[in-house]
């Protein structure tokens, strides 16, 4: 098996902003302790920029917070009463 080091250029290119937890559950109308949860468990997808050293920091890709959302629609947005 042959291992590659990464390389500034090998990496994707980042054209977005991440959200961090409290600008995530301010979207949500939750508060952090409740995003962290949903991250804990699973339920939103996140990415921990935290050093093995440091606690945990999660940032969230807002095309993950979307679809996060999407799931837990019970109806199709188009059915939806204006």
């Not at 090998?10 to 109308?29: C, E, H, I, Y």
Request: no cysteine; glycine share 4%; charged share 25%.
């Amino acid at each position: 098996m042959v291992v590659m080091a990464a390389t500034t250029n090998s990496l994707p290119r980042v054209d977005r902003v991440l959200l961090n937890v409290r600008d995530a559950a301010a979207l949500l109308g939750v508060t952090p302790w409740w995003t962290r949860r949903l991250i804990a468990t699973g339920a939103l997808r996140a990415i921990n920029v935290g050093g093995p050293e440091k606690a945990a920091r999660w940032r969230i890709d807002p095309d993950d917070l979307r679809a996060f959302i999407a799931s837990r629609e019970n109806r199709a947005r188009d059915l939806v009463a204006r």
